[in-house]
T-cell receptor, first 113, second 113 residues
Framework: DVKVTQSSRYLVKRTGEKVFLECVQDMDHENMFWYRQDPGLGLRLIYFSYDVKMKEKGDIPEGYSVSREKKERFSLILESASTNQTSMYLC????????????FGPGTRLTVT | GEDVEQSLFLSVREGDSSVINCTYTDSSSTYLYWYKQEPGAGLQLLTYIFSNMDMKQDQRLTVLLNKKDKHLSLRIADTQTGDSAIYFCAESIRGGGADGLTFGKGTHLIIQP
């Protein structure tokens, strides 16, 4: 079974703090993704990575950065957290090439106060 | 640009069939997906269909694709209380998943006894 884990289920941070969200997958997947999920807006892609040290902007990258130093780990970084970044953050991974299924982690609910 | 639309709520009686509809705008969509999200959980891939197919059946699930009208539907036969969840329609242009998925806002399926 593919497993995608996220470092925290719930996180509370203050405005201006630097926040790290970690995601790890154990199936040697090449592609990894970060989405945020907001009520009434569905899921929106923040960043994705198709290889170690490679990253591409998604639909809403502003205020975020990412890091992929190892194939199994993809980090989302909020350099200076703001209240409008309060959201559910979902990580996903998929195999490159023929496989088109994305496997999602359980999500991290981040509250910025 | 890409846009995926689906209604926000659907209410059905236990034992009836549920039909969740989705429309998309990008005619170059190659793969179309249905994901299920139960309360407090991440997204689970239910099923997918290639754009050159009209129908796909998997146990209680039937996916119908009308490529001309850019309309996708998910039918759940004999709806049960365990089917209560949010259902997301999603599309991608490249099936490798390297560019992420474009999601609809999700349909809340409510089961009435």
């Amino acid at each position: 079974d593919v497993k995608v884990t996220q470092s925290s289920r719930y996180l509370v941070k203050r405005t201006g703090e630097k926040v790290f969200l970690e995601c790890v997958q154990d199936m040697d997947h090449e592609n990894m993704f970060w989405y945020r999920q907001d009520p009434g807006l569905g899921l929106r892609l923040i960043y994705f990575s198709y290889d170690v040290k490679m990253k591409e902007k998604g639909d809403i990258p502003e205020g975020y950065s990412v890091s992929r130093e190892k194939k199994e780990r993809f980090s989302l970084i909020l350099e200076s957290a703001s209240t409008n970044q309060t959201s559910m953050y979902l990580c996903a991974s998929s195999k490159a090439g023929a496989t088109y299924e994305q496997y999602f982690g359980p999500g991290t609910r981040l509250t910025v106060t | 640009g890409e846009d995926v639309e689906q209604s926000l709520f659907l209410s059905v009686r236990e034992g009836d069939s549920s039909v969740i509809n989705c429309t998309y705008t990008d005619s170059s969509s190659t793969y179309l997906y249905w994901y299920k999200q139960e309360p407090g959980a991440g997204l689970q891939l239910l099923t997918y269909i290639f754009s050159n197919m009209d129908m796909k059946q998997d146990q209680r699930l039937t996916v119908l694709l009308n490529k001309k009208d850019k309309h996708l539907s998910l039918r759940i036969a004999d709806t049960q209380t365990g089917d209560s969840a949010i259902y997301f329609c999603a599309e991608s242009i490249r099936g490798g998943g390297a560019d992420g998925l474009t999601f609809g806002k999700g349909t809340h399926l409510i089961i009435q006894p």
